[in-house]
């Protein structure tokens, strides 16, 4: 079988790819290894960043490419690729509308709170700001556009020549069938090396203790590949963290609660970190506490705003979440110490009050003291994804330690490096999905383009 544009991965990057790719005119291959395109993307909360989309201008938020990837970059301490950021938020906005308007993928404005980091409210999710409707309004496009995802066929080799010109790749059946496919561009959407133990304790050992809580189906396999053809890697070390999976339920529990005013203490009492640097971070900081957990408090005001999020009503209706109605009540939910816990609250009633900073450097200031009822859920750090791999240029072409490009194998989404520098702190929320979306709709046009000429 001849294709034009092969896809590996059919997750929010593989399907944006074949979307777009398709959309230029060349007949497009998306291969899963699953039997159901899910990925990473559908275990999301689906969120999107952009900046300057007509949403953000009915809503009267003024933003800016600039401004976004400024955002970005001083996340990571402007340690990680600026020209590449830049070009990624200037085509921000082209994407959500790409989305909304020709996939016709349902997406609103999150406009209840700014997450931290952001300098403008500029994230767009589906109606339940879940990644399952992404994936399920993306998979319908792929269907009226006629793209064809084979599904149930993991990628085991590619094919290329003494240039490094891929020319094709193996795929291996269920059954253990073997079947092969010529194409003329390839591109890499099977994210990164998180659901492969080895490649994280190897690139990241201080997650390697943490939950992972990622697409177990994502093995390393494009740096591998890139790796064998001679690109380079980079930010290897880069991942994208979780302070708050609820712990035994396997339920993320986001960070609105916390950025609201909402606080994390150990089984102590006692607060341990500045919760609102990053959810990514906060990682690492919870699996330094006794027994790798902590307890993310809140009251009923941020309770009733985490209700907006489809996997925090999960958390509800499983029993994750704690409640008492006075401060007796709670530790006997939770059994933290009533003494410690009560000073924290006083504390950080005190900080919101008087606005000032405490010793972590969090500044409460325009937050609501928290008052009874109380909230509780325990939690651990997790690892969603890594951030680190295939060195690209600003179309996704995959390119070698001298800067020069492969002729024809493209990356994005977390199969790419991204844009987050070398760290967990460095994650500021929605790098993931803007790195999948955009790229993932970049290199299907560039791939496109290349293929066509080929072919003519
Ligand atoms: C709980 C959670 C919440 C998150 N929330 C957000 C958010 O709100 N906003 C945000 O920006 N990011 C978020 N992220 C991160 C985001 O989900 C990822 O960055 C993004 O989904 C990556 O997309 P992808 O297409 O690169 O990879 P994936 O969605 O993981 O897709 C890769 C696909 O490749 C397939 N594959 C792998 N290897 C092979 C092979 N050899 N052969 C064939 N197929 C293969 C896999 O099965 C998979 O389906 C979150 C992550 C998690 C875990």
Same mark, same amino acid.
């Given at each position: 079988m001849d294709i034009e544009v092969a896809i590996i991965g059919a997750g929010a990057c593989g399907l944006c790819a074949g979307l777009a790719a398709s959309q230029e005119g060349a007949e497009v291959l998306i291969v899963e290894r699953d039997s159901t395109p899910l990925g990473t993307t559908a275990m999301s909360t689906g969120l999107i960043p952009a900046a300057g989309t007509s949403f953000q201008k009915s809503a009267g938020i003024e933003d800016d490419a600039a401004q976004f990837s400024n955002d970005i970059c001083a996340k990571t301490g402007f340690r990680n690729d600026e020209s590449i950021t830049m070009a990624l938020a200037r085509e921000s906005a082209v994407t959500i509308e790409w989305l909304a308007e020709a996939q016709k993928v349902p997406l609103s404005l999150v406009d209840s709170f700014v997450y931290p980091g952001h300098s403008a409210m500029r994230m767009h999710g589906s109606p339940n700001r879940t990644g399952a409707e992404l994936m399920g309004s993306l998979c319908n496009a792929a269907e009226r556009a006629g793209v064809q995802i084979l599904t149930s066929a993991t990628v085991t080799h590619l094919f290329a020549d003494e240039d490094q010109r891929v020319h094709g790749i193996r795929c291996e059946r269920p059954d253990g069938s073997l079947e092969d496919l010529a194409c003329a561009s390839l591109i890499l959407a099977c994210c990164g090396f998180a659901g492969n133990a080895e490649m994280v304790h190897r690139y990241i050992p201080e997650i390697g203790k943490g939950e992972f809580f990622g697409?177990?189906? %994502?093995?390393g396999d494009a740096v591998v590949w890139g790796q064998a053809l001679g690109a380079e890697t980079a930010d290897m070390s880069a991942y994208q963290g979780h302070g708050g999976l609820a712990k035994g339920y396997g339920i993320p529990i986001l960070w609105p609660a916390i950025i609201e005013g909402g606080f994390q203490v150990n089984l102590s009492g006692n607060r341990f970190s %500045?919760?609102?640097?990053?959810?990514s971070e906060q990682a690492v900081d919870v699996l330094g506490q006794e027994d790798a957990v902590a307890w993310t408090f809140f009251d009923e005001l941020r309770h009733k705003l985490m209700l907006e999020f489809d996997d925090y009503r999960d958390a509800v209706s499983a029993g994750a979440i704690r409640t008492g109605q006075s401060l007796e009540e709670i530790c006997a939910q939770t059994g933290l110490p009533i003494v410690a816990l009560g000073k924290t609250i006083s504390e950080v009633t005190y900080l919101a009050e008087s606005h000032s900073t405490d010793n972590f450097g969090r500044s409460f200031k325009g937050k609501k003291a928290l008052r009874a009822p109380y909230y509780a859920v325990k939690v651990t750090g997790a690892l969603f994804h890594t951030q680190g791999g295939l060195e690209v240029d600003k179309t996704g072409r995959v390119l070698r330690p001298d800067g020069s490009a492969l002729p024809n194998l493209y990356a994005g989404g977390g199969a790419a490096r991204g844009i987050s520098g070398p760290d967990a702190s460095g994650y500021l929320a929605g790098n993931g999905l803007l790195t999948a979306t955009t790229f993932g709709r970049l290199s299907g046009i560039a791939a496109a383009k290349s293929a066509l000429e080929t072919s003519s």
């Open positions: 697409h177990a189906g %994502n093995k %500045n919760e609102t640097r990053g959810y």
